[in-house]
């Protein structure tokens, strides 16, 4: 039984689709680190990439650009901090803020990390045979997600054809 049934459903998956082949080039990406002897996470490399840029950040300032969840970017930066990549300090002038920065250790790291990015980047535009039209779709969707949630399309259409 060789048949790919998430591939059959269509669009009807297409979630499932997305996950399953950002979970295997995230799965991939750790596989590569752990040979490599670099302790970090795939999903971190948005934030080091950040915080090269700007140096110092607020979570909030973080999370708007990434279109990620305050909590979400609280663990990403709590576990970088843990793997001391990232150096958290209150606001001198609002203590309720916490800045985020690279550590010595990070900035370090970074020429090591942006060589593996950048392989990272060349092997992408290999499975998308240079073809970037894919990204003008994303594109769409996220707007059209800004729009009008999937939640409250999905509710609508729902609702047509169903009494609650």
């Not at 535009?125 to 939640?151: C, M, N, P, W």
Request: proline share 2%.
């Amino acid at each position: 039984m060789n048949q790919d049934f998430i591939k059959e459903l269509g669009y009807k998956a297409l979630d499932s689709r997305l996950k399953r082949i950002s979970d295997r080039m995230s799965h991939d990406v750790r596989k590569f680190y752990k040979e490599m002897n670099i302790d970090v996470e795939p999903n971190w490399y948005l934030v080091f990439m950040l915080l090269q840029k700007n140096k110092k950040m607020s979570i909030v300032d973080i999370a708007e650009p990434l279109g990620y969840s305050h909590p979400s970017v609280v663990v990403i930066v709590k576990k970088m901090a843990d793997k001391d990549y990232l150096v958290i300090q209150k606001d001198s002038t609002d203590k309720r803020k916490q800045m985020v920065s690279l550590t010595e250790k990070a900035l370090k790291m970074l020429p090591q990390l942006e060589q593996v990015w950048d392989s990272c980047e060349k092997a992408i535009l290999q499975v998308l045979s240079d073809d970037l039209g894919i990204l003008t779709y994303l594109d769409s969707i996220d707007a059209r997600l800004k729009e009008d949630s999937f939640h409250d399309r999905f509710k609508k259409e729902y609702l047509k054809t169903n009494i609650v």
